[in-house]
């Protein structure tokens, strides 16, 4: 079941962010069971939203992601939230878990 891990960053600035990319190089990136990504700033700090295939995908993640996000003087410590619906680029909904 797809679940969706929430990364909140108050008071930080999105240089913090690209850094992430610099440590953690194309592992960072190159992940087939994450579905989607998202960073937006607040103007008071940045959150960063991705969506896996499932909880075992995105805890392999934090191998690679856990280091990379230490090395650009983050501290993450993501909420994760299971998906109860989603629609693809090609226009395709999914309900997940109970009706």
Same mark, same amino acid.
Request: hydrophobic fraction near 45%; charge should be negative.
């Given at each position: 079941?797809?679940?969706a891990a929430v990364f909140e960053f108050p008071g930080q600035?999105?240089?913090q962010y690209r850094k992430v990319f610099e440590a953690g190089g194309s592992p960072i990136i190159d992940q !087939?069971?994450?579905l989607f990504h998202?960073?937006?700033s607040d103007g008071d700090g940045f959150t960063v939203v991705?969506?896996?295939e499932d909880e075992g995908a995105f805890a392999a993640f934090g191998e690679i992601i856990g280091p990379a996000t230490a090395a650009a003087g983050l501290d !993450?410590?993501?909420k994760v939230f299971v998906v109860a619906g989603?629609?693809?680029h090609d226009g395709r909904y999914s309900a997940y878990g109970p009706a």
């Amino acid at each position: 079941m797809p679940i969706a891990a929430v990364f909140e960053f108050p008071g930080q600035d999105l240089a913090q962010y690209r850094k992430v990319f610099e440590a953690g190089g194309s592992p960072i990136i190159d992940q !087939a069971q994450r579905l989607f990504h998202v960073c937006y700033s607040d103007g008071d700090g940045f959150t960063v939203v991705d969506v896996w295939e499932d909880e075992g995908a995105f805890a392999a993640f934090g191998e690679i992601i856990g280091p990379a996000t230490a090395a650009a003087g983050l501290d !993450a410590r993501p909420k994760v939230f299971v998906v109860a619906g989603m629609i693809t680029h090609d226009g395709r909904y999914s309900a997940y878990g109970p009706a």
